[in-house]
């Protein structure tokens, strides 16, 4: 039997270790690229390549080169500077685990995507453009760029002076940037697990415990009323492919606000793996060898994701070893 290749970017992310492993243990051949020539993944990963960064005109070619030169065939992008680019080669042949280009594009730009929820009747919280926010200013509210990933840049604010001194410190077009009502309650991380034939598969809620950038710590939770609002996104913006719901769960009236949507696999993966609902193999199947290739089961409520670093410790002759399976770029 022929074994598969897969090819993971940004394999600097906290999940990509974890990832790796997984896939390894289910006879996957792993490849990784990253900017940066220290990404972990690299060195755990079969083949590494360090790639210029998404916005360099060398990019595409740069991973059309590494999916020819190692026969890769799916690719599942981590970086959000990435994602639409590499949707571009589905039409050469190889499998992009990703979402339909139209619904990358939304999410990516996060007012036009509030605006899409809130044209379907999907609760948000109140979203402006900088400029009429200042307009009609309200406090408290969450400023944060219009495009970017993670929580760059998302700051809370109090009142004006703590607008004026985000301004100062993050200089960026006033249409740039989006501010956000500000909903008291409990945030939650979503998985929500779909193909190409558009029916959802599993959705995985899970709590936030703690975030620093990502999140740290969180607990698997049913919630229908969340579940429900998954199952309403894809019915009216038709991912069609894997998606990540970030959002607030009102602490007085149990309502669920979304806030932000990555259109890809987000790095609360491994605690949706761990659960019961393997998204990343079961997809890979699905895409490769149809629909009836792989079958979703229950998931297990109450698990913990508790994130943390694991110091590892290789001879020196081992990580020259590792080192060999990584190149700069392609010749």
Known sequence: MKQIKVLLTGAGGVAVPGLIESLHARGYFIVATDIDPYAAGLYLADKGYVIPRADAREFLPAIRGVCRKEHVDVIVPLVDEELIQVLDLEAEGTTVLLPRKEFVTTCLDKYRLMERLKGHG???????????HEIHP???????????????????????????????????????????????????????????????????????????GVTRMAVTRRNARIEETCHRIQHSLRADGPFNVQLMLDGHTGEPFIFEINPRFSTTISLTMAAGIDELHGLISQALGGREAYHFTEWTEGLVLFRRTLDEFWTEPSLEERSTRIEELLE
Request: some cysteine; charged content about 30%.
């Open 138 to 212: 309200s406090y408290p509210a969450i400023i944060k760029p219009r495009r970017g990933r993670g929580s760059r840049d998302v700051c809370r604010l109090e009142d004006r002076d703590d607008l004026l001194r985000y301004l100062s410190s993050h200089p960026s077009l006033p249409d740039q940037l989006i501010v956000q009502e500000f909903i008291e309650g409990v945030e939650f991380t979503v998985s929500v697990v779909v193909w190409r034939d558009g029916e959802v598969q599993a959705v995985v809620p899970k709590e936030i415990l703690s975030k620093k």
């Open 122 to 132: 999907i609760r948000v919280p109140g979203t402006t453009l900088l400029p009429d």
